[in-house]
């Protein structure tokens, strides 16, 4: 299949794509995303052979307009709306009950359905020229880190998908906040840009499923499939190393050999002795955010086959960052405090 690479003035060649059953894939504030209608069951299943993915995990249907989630989910809590209203457009996704009309294609059989408004305008301006709403995991190969530049998105889906919308960076650069409105207390299934906190502000407290920050037991159903993957992983060995400042330089440099490398804090860089990848300064999780990706896209490009990385905070947006370099590293932790 040949890949068109379109820019923002080619939106409408994009829309006509969605509207005939292509795919495309789109920039959003989050990641860039895979899209296809979501009302179009074969459009649909072509999104999960272009990316390799497990039929059983979902995919977030994207809509244009707050009043769109009516035309997917079945029934929308007060709850929803005060989010909607709060974090919309933006990295939230709320799991609610599925209208009849979603295919189970998207909802991989579940009842429930996950909807966002994306604040990217193209994303929001592919949605409504297309005149239906799109259905769209990470444009990543599945298992691989999330992309989140356009040479990333190329790197793994040319030639698989009929376009490719350049949007440039992704300003969040992490996937989206998940939290399920469907039990009697919500529950947070993914951490991202929107923080907990945020959360709480608006609707008191929620839940957090312990698949955010541990492993899965043996047998334990996911509550969101996509955390029972292992997830965001580059082709090296990550291990997480817990410990002060000087207890994580020592033990990395005393590690130093070929093909080990070190994902490490802007603070950290100069007294390295092996080859480093920086996620940003230690107490911005922001940029970490943004960075963690392309990092762990670079250890693999410059070779590196074991990288030790820095653990970062498990507040805020920090949480987020957390979430996906446990799983990027299979849950290896080394603990020296
Ligand atoms: P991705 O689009 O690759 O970021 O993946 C979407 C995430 O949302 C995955 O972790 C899915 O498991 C999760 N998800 C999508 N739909 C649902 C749903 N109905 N219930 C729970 N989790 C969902
Ligand atoms: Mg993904």
């Not at 999960?48 to 707050?66: E, T, Y």
């Not at 193209?122 to 989140?148: F, H, M, Q, R, V």
């Amino acid at each position: 299949m040949e890949t068109k690479i379109l820019t923002q003035e080619s939106v409408a060649d994009a829309a006509r794509i969605i509207k005939n059953g292509g795919l495309v894939v789109m920039p959003t504030e989050t990641v860039y995303g895979l899209g296809a209608d979501a009302f179009n069951k074969q459009a649909v299943a072509n999104i999960f052979r272009a990316k390799g993915r497990p039929m059983d995990n979902p995919l977030i249907v994207h809509i244009g307009a707050i009043q769109d989630l009516k035309k997917v989910a079945a029934e929308i809590p007060e709850k929803a709306i005060k989010l909607a209203k709060a974090f919309w457009p933006g990295p939230l996704t709320m799991v609610l009950p599925k209208a009849e009309c979603v295919p189970d294609e998207v909802s991989a059989g579940l009842d429930t359905v996950a909807v966002r408004y994306p604040s990217h305008p193209l994303a929001e301006t592919l949605i409504l020229l297309s005149d239906t709403l799109i259905a769209a995991p990470s444009a990543n190969l599945s298992g691989s880190p999330s992309p989140t530049e356009l040479k990333h998105v190329i790197d793994d889906m040319n030639g698989r998908v009929d376009a490719i919308l350049d949007g440039g960076s992704c300003e969040v650069g992490l996937e989206s906040t998940v939290i399920s409105l469907v039990g009697d207390v919500p529950r947070l299934l993914r951490p991202g840009g929107v923080t907990v906190d945020e959360i709480e502000s608006v609707i008191g407290e929620i839940e957090i499923d312990p698949a955010v920050t541990d492993k899965l037991k043996e047998g334990q159903r996911a509550e969101s499939p996509g955390m029972k993957y292992k997830h965001y992983a580059p082709q090296a060995r990550i291990i997480i190393v817990k410990g002060s400042d000087e207890q994580y330089i020592r033990y990395v440099n005393s590690r130093e050999q070929k093909g080990v490398g070190a994902i490490c804090f802007d603070e950290d860089a100069e007294k390295l002795s092996v080859p480093f990848f920086s996620l940003g300064a230690k107490d911005d999780c922001q940029s970490q955010a943004k960075n963690l990706f392309s990092v762990l896209r670079s250890v693999d490009e410059a070779g590196i086959e074991l990288a030790y990385a820095r653990c970062p905070k498990l507040d805020g947006v920090g949480l987020a960052v957390y979430n996906r370099l446990i799983r990027a590293a299979g849950f290896e932790v080394i603990r020296l405090a």
